[in-house]
């Protein structure tokens, strides 16, 4: 039938020790040989030693044996080589050096979690009671992995090796730069950005709601303040609301909620952005390590070494 979720991801850093620890922190689930699990999606997250920090394997969900054999076809066409077995498809996309695995899955039931009652001017959604976001006292916990942010070196070959190779769809682009790409009814799954180097930029963790996302951050700020990367604010393209923080070995984890959803392909105008306009809608600006993390120089000459 289709693709519909992100399965799991391998994680590759040179700190493993710190970095799971990070991400117990964080709100994931630590289970059996370094493998993160969320509330909604299960085990997401897979945490392996690497030589510096990359992201070793995506796994992209498809619904049965037709999509994989689509999927093999497609890549044959774009000429990229790829490995059909009865569970998956793998092939390797060369500009941001990820190994995907797409797989028969089983699609992410999510109980519907109703959006609190917000008051406002004639609305009266919430009487004679405080918000239920200030009286949250559990730790946020993530509901599912939402998306994941690479660095490309040819982002045209990376667009085309998931959107005509693997089947994604694009929902925004910003010409030249990144598109945006989902596997799911996500506005994205993956976003894959020119970069002078491959690396993992973030990944991205679905919170209940916007009190969410300040609880989990704030959290993590208050053991370390030195974790803040960018937020909160809210994105204009895909419109979540975000906060995003540095883990042990440098990559970026991000909280979100209340995503644009594309339910019906027909219904989506996909739009064009051009430079900061795209990036968010409000918010403190980003910071230039936002833009170009402070370790791409390491991971430039750790790729020239490595070589
Ligand atoms: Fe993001």
């Not at 993160?36 to 510096?52: H, K, N």
């Amino acid at each position: 039938m289709a693709l519909h979720r992100l399965t799991q991801i391998v994680m590759g850093v040179p700190n493993v020790e710190q970095t799971a620890a990070y991400y117990a922190e964080f709100g994931l689930t630590h289970g059996e040989n370094g493998t993160f699990a969320t509330v909604d999606g299960g085990e997401q997250l897979r945490i392996v030693p690497a030589a510096s920090r990359r992201l070793v394997r995506l796994g992209v969900g498809a619904d049965d044996p037709d999509d994989l054999d689509r999927v093999a076809a497609s890549l044959a066409a774009l000429g990229v080589p790829a490995e059909r077995t009865a569970a998956g498809v793998r092939a390797v996309d060369p500009g941001t050096e990820v190994t995907v695995q797409v797989e028969i899955a089983p699609r992410i039931q999510q109980e519907p979690t109703p959006a609190p009652g917000y008051n406002g001017p004639g609305v009266t959604a919430r009487a004679g009671e405080r918000a239920p976001g200030i009286l949250r006292e559990q730790p946020v916990r993530p509901r599912k992995l939402g998306h994941v942010v690479f660095g490309s070196t040819d982002q045209q070959a990376s667009q085309d090796f998931f959107h005509k190779g693997l089947g994604f769809k694009v929902s925004d682009t910003v010409p030249g730069l990144a598109a945006f790409m989902r596997c799911s009814t996500d506005h994205h799954n993956v976003l894959v950005q020119q970069a002078p180097v491959a690396y993992l930029h973030h990944t991205s963790w679905q919170v209940d709601d916007v009190d969410e996302v300040g609880r989990g951050a704030s959290a993590m700020l208050a053991a370390d303040p030195g974790r803040h990367v960018w937020g909160l604010g809210r994105h204009h393209v895909g419109s979540n609301f975000f906060w995003y923080l540095r883990d042990p070995a440098g990559n970026f984890s991000e909280y979100y909620s209340d995503l644009d959803c594309i339910i019906d392909d027909a219904l989506w105008q996909p739009g064009v952005w051009e430079g900061a306009r795209g990036l968010y809608s409000w918010g403190p600006p980003p910071p230039p390590s936002f833009l170009a993390p402070d370790d791409l120089a390491a991971l430039m000459t750790g790729a020239h070494s490595a070589r």
